[in-house]
């Protein structure tokens, strides 16, 4: 069986049961059935807990006199991203901000768990940046319907092709479909493989020479691995406000 953490392990105990029992329900027969939760769901579950009360807290002190510490955090966080998107999508991006600011806030705190002792990152198992590419991908071809309607299928047969006839369109546009859609679902495993590789390896590291070297080096390369931490999650947010940007233009 595989080691389990300390959570995973409380998380194990208390559910097993009715676990595999929902998991057989679906036909999905887990490896093991005593451990049916992985480390990487337990942390992602912990993350989740750790964020909904953080959000709450921020929620019930909201105040436009006197603010506090986590609400400036939070309108500072908020303010980045909405920066970031004007400069992409342009004036109109304040629907999507939230969606780009709770992919960020959880990639990164999924990052910087495994800084904890006793913890690790979820994003350093493919499933998770899977899952993260995943809600990504439905979201900004979500918002390009939204956005164009029906429309929106044109984006797949190529550019506009004004000026154009109509024997020379078709079959350009019969050329461009198979690639647009390659093109698509390669950006799932773009994210998925950037994200995972960068968490994984930076884990990776920080342990062998923690292993090795206990006192000191290691500092030099958690250090690394926290701003590592930051620039992956930014970099998933800013493609994923790239994809909508790419989505909703008005040429779609």
């Given at each position: 069986?595989?080691?389990q ?24 027969e887990p490896?093991?059935?005593l ?24 929620r ?19 303010g ?7 400069e ?26 495994g800084v904890i ?5 979820p ?14 991908f ?14 929106y ?6 550019p506009p092709?004004?000026?154009m006839?109509i ?5 350009l546009?019969?050329l461009m ?15 998925t ?16 020479f923690?292993?090795m070297?206990?006192?000191?080096i ?35």
């Open positions: 069986m595989p080691e953490l300390w959570f995973t392990e409380i998380l194990n105990r208390l559910f097993a049961g009715p676990v595999t029992s929902s998991l057989r329900t679906l036909h999905i490896k093991y059935p451990q049916p939760i992985t480390n990487s769901f337990a942390m992602e579950l912990l993350v989740f807990g750790f964020l909904l009360i953080l959000f709450f807290l921020v019930s002190r909201l105040s436009v006199e006197s603010p506090g510490g986590l609400q400036h955090s939070f309108e500072a966080v908020e980045f991203v909405l920066g970031q998107s004007r992409i999508i342009g004036p109109h991006s304040e629907p999507y901000i939230a969606f780009f600011v709770i992919l960020f806030v959880f990639i990164l705190i999924c990052n910087l768990l002792p006793g913890f690790e990152s994003t350093g198992v493919p499933t998770v940046p899977l899952g993260c590419a995943i809600c990504a439905f979201y900004y071809h979500t918002q390009g319907f939204k956005h164009a309607g029906p429309k299928l044109l984006h797949f047969f190529g092709m004004e000026g006839s024997f020379a369109r078709i079959p546009a019969l479909l198979p690639i647009e859609l390659v093109s698509h679902l390669a950006r799932l495993l773009s994210l493989v950037r994200l995972w590789a960068n968490i994984f390896a930076g884990d990776l590291v920080t342990l062998v923690l292993s070297i206990p006192i000191g290691p500092v030099i390369f958690l250090t690394l691995h926290i701003g590592v931490a930051f620039l992956q999650a930014y970099v998933f947010m800013l493609l994923s406000i790239i994809y909508v940007s790419g989505a909703v233009a008005d040429e779609h």
